[in-house]
């Protein structure tokens, strides 16, 4: 067969301006049958907006989309789906309030005589979803479940359409675990051999190495380069899609000698037996001025849940924790802010970043409820801020008054992270900071940690990726099934003691 | 599948209210003879007919994340039309039924209309509608216009007995006709699940490939239906039209919606809950007539104290729900493998 018969899409030309950003700039892309394709480029390069354009959420201002030799218009996400064109965007875009079953089925439901067959719905979204091996009852809401969950179901949904001719993953493997995301892989695999057409979006080039045949890169919103991944190294991927070489960046902790133990000063925070039925077994930590704290485990490990209780959105039922030498009383997050602590979050959706409010504002939020809503901030020295972290992680924004829900993805999780700096906490936690975040940013970022403790200030970094954890960290828990397994520090501090602690061998 | 004998979660406010209603009602029983009596029962439905079409219509705006201030207002607007054809144009009440229903419908498909197409909030919108119904409605008729028609006036009549003496009136059948064909449509038809889906994340469902302007149109266009209905059978009973009727019966009916276990926010609740919200508001009604030393106001007070505890309760309710989140299936643990992958660190071997 001749190259050209094997392309199903192709688009060309095609450019898309936002008030202030030209996302897109000339970009062509084509895609063929059978083939791995991935999209790659920093934050705010124009991935989503691309995608948004090809399945009819975007109209472009100019360019054309052959689908099958044919010149499509694609008029709305319904459209592409008629088409053939099956999405999951890079937000989780399902309905909280419906059920798994539901979510995964709406719009296509078994009907029997018109009406809906429920039981069959439910069987369905059960099978479907085991093929990617979750097992769970998909009659309960998806809200009810973990974001990881809903990201398989979201995944379910766009493979259910059966007739799809092309498959869109925007990021879905950035909340996934290895497991997950090897049982998403199988899926892709298969799907390949059958002839579908997957363009795979995603910040982790080891994944793309796994699984891409070819690999467009896209900088600032113009087309870099299409390449053979087989043809193409590490480096100069990394290079293409930053525009400058990463060797500035490399390995930000190998030179920085690990702190032993050797704090003399009492510890900052001190939890003893603390625990919550049902979210974390009781477990003790000490955590010192100037230390980064690495939580290692699995997702749903009782992470999250550890972060939670030390920040006081959840009420420990067991327990003491004690800060800067007092015994805490208030559990709230209010409370936490005003001792110093801050925490930035795993779901930014649900809670962290205030949609509609500009970046400026949702910097400074935090900021202000820790000095007390009548103390007012000038707006210049706002702005200052602002601009200040605006720089400092590299936030891709037109300007400081730009809505936070017309950033990227990746660029929407710099500004939480923003907001808790900004604090200037003694204590700092980190839950998944750099999940969506491309290459450069993420090595900023833990650059950035590893030079607050440096300063004095104390940090409990969370991340599924353990190279990570173990770059930043001078300790690490372990934790499985809701429970603190071990601590590991100095030489015991490596992948596979701490691979083998996770998975309990 | 082996389903242990217990309540979904979901349905808690739901039976709250439903548990609420038969215990008032028995207590009430007790405390007052007279309201043991089937009538005094059927009368709960005869009474609040009009409020329970009307409410039902609602219902399926609330979830689907709008607002209907309109209610009210067509009702009254409806029964002036209807009372002014019959009576000064002289048309026959089979013609202007199936013509106040059909005006209605409109109203709403127009509010919902601009709801989608122009992106107006949909309180503003009927708002709006609100205004305009009861200003045409006195620009029709200034006065209470009494209706003679022999056809609507045997209709108003009409007993149907169901229990030796006791009776409802054709209104009940209707409004039960009405709740049918709402359980059917919101739970059973792609339609009814599209406005869930919509109250529950409106730019998800559109990403989902779902129609949202239509169902949107479509929500609105049942809701100025049922307003419409809710008009003619509030005429039908009183056999007369005004501009001043029903006024605020639209902040009644949201209240019957919420405390029948519905979400203002949209997304969550039942149609049948509905029903009940209206009973509840009946209920209280009864109790107050049966005592007759408590001004009617208390109906007024109770209801307001309720919807305030249910809208309380399910604010609970939900964040103590999504505290539950995080549920993860469990997995065998040979499996379980932790992500190393990462790229933020260029391996030494560049190919590797
Ligand atoms: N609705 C919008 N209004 C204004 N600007 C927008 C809008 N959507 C996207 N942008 C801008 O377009 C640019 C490209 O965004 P896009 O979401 O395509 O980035 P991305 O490559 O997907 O990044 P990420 O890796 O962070 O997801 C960004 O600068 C973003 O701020
Ligand atoms: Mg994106």
Known sequence: MAESDQVILTMTGISRAFPGVQALQDVDFNL?????????????????????VLTGVEAPDTGVINLDGKEVQVKSPQHAQDLGISTVYQEINLCPNLTVAENILIGREPRRAGRIDWKRMN????????????????????????????????????????????????????????????QLFGVMRKLKSQG????????????????????????????????DTAALTHLELISNMLGRNLVELENVSKSRTRRAQSFSSEP??????????????????????????????????????????????????????????????????????????????????AAGIVEDLSVRENIVLAMQASRGWFRFLSSAKQTEIADKYIKLLNIVTPSPEQPVKNLSGGNQQKVILARWL???????????????????????????????????????????????????SDRVVVLRDQEKITELAGDEMNETLIMQTIAGS | MNRSFKIDRKFVPLLATVGLFTIGYILGAIKYPGMARPQTFFNLFIDNAFLLIAATGLTLVIISGGIDLSVGAVIALTSVVAADLMENVGLSSLVVMPLMLLMGAAFGALMGGIIHYFKVQPFIVTLAGMFFARGMAFFVSLDAITITDPIYRSLSLARIHLIGKAFVSVHVIVAFVVLAVFMYLAHLTRFGRTVYAMGGNEQSARLMGLNVGRTKVMVYTLG???????????????????GLYANGLEMEAIAAVIIGGTLLTGGVGYVFGTMFGVLVNGLIQVLIIFNGELSSWWTRIVIGLLTLVFILVQSTFTSWQRRQAGIRPTRKRSDAVATTSDGAVVPDTPTS
């Open chain 1, 268 to 349: 900052l925070m001190q939890a003893r037996e603390l625990g919550s039925t049902g979210a974390i077994e009781p477990f003790d930590l000490d955590l010192y001025a100037g230390e980064v704290v690495g939580l290692a485990g699995l997702l749903g490990s009782g992470r999250t849940e550890i972060a939670s209780l030390l920040f006081g959105i959840d009420k420990p039922d067991h327990g003491t924790l004690t800060y800067d030498g007092a015994v805490v009383r208030k559990y709230s997050p209010l409370a936490s802010i005003a001792r110093g602590v801050a925490l930035s979050p795993e779901d930014r959706k």
């Open chain 1, 196 to 227: 579908t057409a997957v363009i795979f979006i995603t910040h982790f080039i080891d994944q793309v190495y796994e699984i891409a045949d070819r690999i467009t890169v896209l900088r600032n919103g113009k087309l870099v380069g299409v390449y």
């Open chain 1, 32 to 52: 063929r049958r059978g083939e791995i394709h991935a999209l790659m480029g920093e934050n705010g390069a124009g991935k989503s907006t691309l995608i948004k």
């Open chain 1, 123 to 182: 069987a369905e979204a059960r099978e479907i979803l085991l093929r990617l091996d979750v097992d769970i009852d998909v009659t309960r809401t998806l809200g009810s479940y973990s974001v990881a969950i809903q990201q398989m179901a979201a995944i379910a949904r766009a493979l259910e359409i059966a007739s799809a001719k092309i498959l869109i993953l925007d990021e879905p493997t950035s909340s996934l675990d290895a497991y997950e995301t090897s």
């Open chain 1, 422 to 472: 900004a604090t200037n906490p003694q204590l700092l936690i980190l839950d998944e900071p750099t999940r969506g975040i491309d290459v450069g940013a993420k090595a900023e970022i833990q650059k950035l940690v590893v030079a607050l403790a440096e300063e004095g200030k104390a940090c409990i970094f969370i991340s599924s990726e353990l190279d990570e954890v173990l770059r930043c």
């Open chain 2, 224 to 242: 100025g239906f049922c307003s419409a209905l809710a008009g003619l059978v509030f005429s039908n009973n009183l056999l007369s039209g005004h």
